[in-house]
């Protein structure tokens, strides 16, 4: 089955998934009355149907159609999808010659490939099985089926994931000790190694860079010996996906040593803090994920608020009463009940800040979240969380400085201090009465000098935008 991971499905309504089913089911469909035109036309757009070129009311279905209906019909159960007046109530039983094990075999083939020592083919395997599941699930969701049925689309993807993270680290493990014996090509020209019995990145069916974060998987697993299905199995248990993107966050950047992150620390200028304040107001007390040494907690509590501080890293920061903050990753967070606090935060940013922000929204639902971003996560469409944050749950307001903040130095910096080179909004979400974040987005441009203390004797010179 051709995996459409990189490609957000668009979700068929009741009119389109009819014309859809019965298209697959018997290889043509007719439609007859203008709203099933409208709809089979949206079927096309998105990839479900074509349409015959001399009956423009003929439609026939895609592999897209076939190839997601027949996944999904082997592993639903009766009532695991959506039946309605306009889609067929034997919906699971169209597609009678589906392979309803074909999922699970490839899964249990991965794994016998694995047990085999065979690791690159089983990573192959299993990143097939992966990238399948996946889109069962995408699509199981969105057009409606049960939650059954999402979970177990996603349990298959999280044991794919498993299998194929678990033959990355056997890859990355070998790649270092050929290269430890000096049978791997550690790049450059002229080759390392000349004999003809080098171990090249093309033998282990990975690129450079997927090594170098293999590596990085490995390290987190050997340090702490089953982190991996522990973050796979965290995502499962929170009724979340179990993707490639949030195991790399969990695993791979947050459970980095401090020198190679420097723990992702940069604090923020007052000047953000004075202009946040200025136009927006908070629940009496606060959440602060990634507290750092307090730059925004203190600005907070000199505004009459209480916060709760927390972060990944134990800098021993306390609040105005002495309490210290937790030490705890966000991503596998929890809080006392969906809605506790307002969140106000500089998230890490890199490839950790799309799950840090999505996990916010989907997990602590708060009333209001306001985040200094950078002024591109406007932008961005590949990463589900990224569109998530910004589509699914628009940010209600963006305070975007068109003067930029003075430059935000990573903690412990002794060089040389530089103007700022990056674009920086606060990003604010608020919850509607409905219990939605809305659907649209005000962008409002700001000078933080408009918002500084007259008492202030700070003079800083940022670099115009």
């Known amino acids: 089955m051709p995996a459409y991971s990189s490609v957000k499905l668009p979700k068929p309504g009741p009119n389109a998934l009819a014309l859809i089913t019965t298209a697959v089911s018997e290889g043509v469909v007719k439609a007859t009355e203008p709203r099933q035109v409208t709809a089979a036309n949206n079927a096309v757009g998105n990839g479900y149907l074509t349409r015959d070129k001399k009956d423009g009311k003929t439609y026939y279905p895609t592999d897209r159609a076939r190839d997601i209906l027949a996944m999904l019909q082997g592993i639903a159960e009766p009532a695991d999808l959506p039946t309605s007046a306009d889609i067929p109530n034997n919906l699971p039983d169209i597609l009678p010659s589906a392979d309803a094990s074909g999922l699970v075999a490839t899964v249990e083939r991965a794994r016998a490939l694995l047990d085999e020592g065979d690791i690159v083919n089983a990573r192959i395997v299993a990143s097939v099985a992966y990238a399948t599941a996946k889109s069962a699930a995408q699509f199981a969701e969105q057009v409606g089926a049960t939650e059954k049925l999402i979970a177990k689309a996603r349990r298959m993807q999280a044991d794919a994931l498993l299998i194929e993270t678990r033959a990355k680290i056997l890859i990355a493990d070998k790649w270092d000790e050929a290269q430890a014996s000096g049978q791997a090509s550690k790049g450059g020209r002229p080759k390392t190694v000349s004999d003809g019995n080098g171990f090249t990145s093309e033998e282990t069916g990975l690129s450079r860079k997927e090594i170098h974060s293999a590596r990085k998987l490995a390290a987190a697993e050997h340090r702490e010996p089953g982190i991996v299905e522990r973050a796979i ?226 003079v800083v010179e940022s670099e115009a935008a």
Not at 236 to 260: D, F, H, Q
Not at 299 to 321: I, K, N
Not at 402 to 428: I, Y
């Open 233 to 458: 199995q965290a995502r499962l248990s929170a009724g979340l996906e179990p993707t490639r993107a949030n195991l790399r966050a969990s695993v791979g950047t947050s459970t980095a040593t401090k020198e190679e992150r420097g723990n992702n620390l940069y604090e923020t200028p007052a000047e953000a803090m004075h202009t946040l304040l200025a136009l927006e107001t908070f629940t009496v007390t606060v959440l602060e994920p990634s507290c750092g040494r307090g730059a925004i907690s203190r600005m907070l509590e000199s505004a009459g608020y209480g916060v709760v501080l927390a972060d990944l890293v134990d800098y021993g920061t306390a609040d105005q009463h002495g309490e210290l903050q937790a030490v705890q990753d966000f991503l596998t967070s929890q809080p006392p009940e969906s809605g506790s606090y307002d969140i106000v935060t500089n998230p890490p940013y890199g490839e950790l800040v799309n799950a840090f922000i999505a996990h916010a929204l989907r997990v602590f639902r708060p009333r209001k979240m306001a985040l200094l971003l950078n002024l591109n996560f406007l932008c961005g469409f590949e990463d589900e969380d990224r569109n998530f944050v910004m589509d699914d749950c628009p940010p209600a307001r963006v305070h975007v400085f068109k003067r930029r903040l003075p430059m935000m130095h990573r903690d412990g910096w002794e060089g040389k201090k530089a103007s700022s080179r990056m674009n920086t909004a606060w990003f604010v979400w608020e919850m509607q009465d409905d219990g939605s974040y809305g659907d649209s987005t005000v962008i409002r441009r700001v000078d933080w000098k408009d918002h500084m203390p007259a008492e202030s004797s700070v």
